[in-house]
């Protein structure tokens, strides 16, 4: 299921609505809220993204747990994270906060990659890949941004690159700027998802055997 995921800003908050039930607050203002997740999650519902939110998080949200106060956005509306349950309400999400965002596609081993929304900051992208970053740049303005240490770290191997060897554990592929990371346009993004749509069978011999392996771009 894909979904948006919004948090209360504390430090837009002074009448603290923050983590309080829907009944004791007057109202439910977008304008102290900041985006935290946009991407798809292997979820069925709301309840279950509530308790795999809590209990096994993911690697692109970029908040705390999910909790009371917060607010769901899927296709069927908006939804409050109350106390007991969830709460149908209206929501202007252009009122929310959710500057420094980049389009990026997300590729995990073993899984179909998809597009999601990320926070442009070193911390969203060390939380994606689990890791110290490492830049590997492709030929069209786009890199794959990966974990330097997965294979140090025993990550599973996810797809071989074109100049051979393997990348290990998620990567994001991501549009590059003149000095910042930018959005993938729609034609990087249907270029990548064709390039990474089947997931390689890949054994830990060779990923271990790997190590050592230096990256080289794509065409």
Partial sequence: MRFKLYQIDRDKDPGRKRFEP???????????????????????????????????????????????????????????????????????????DSSNQIRVLFVQPHKKPFVAEIPDTLKAKQNAVGGLIEFVYNTDETALVCDEEAKLKNKEGNRYLDGGGIIAGNFLVVGLGEEDCRSLTDEEIQKYLDKYSEAPEITDEETSADVGFKFYGFI
Avoid: W
């Avoid at 308790?51 to 998080?57: C, D, L, P, S």
């Avoid at 970029?62 to 956005?73: K, L």
């Fill in 22 to 96: 829907l009944d004791q607050i007057e109202n439910v203002d977008p304008s102290i809220y900041r985006k935290v997740f946009d991407a798809e999650a292997d979820v069925t519902d709301l309840e279950d993204a509530y308790a795999t939110f809590n209990i096994e998080g993911h690697a692109l949200l970029n908040g705390h747990s999910m909790s009371v106060s917060d607010v769901i956005v899927n296709d069927e509306g908006a939804f409050y994270v109350d106390s007991s349950g969830f709460r149908n309400i209206e929501f202007d999400e252009s009122k929310a």
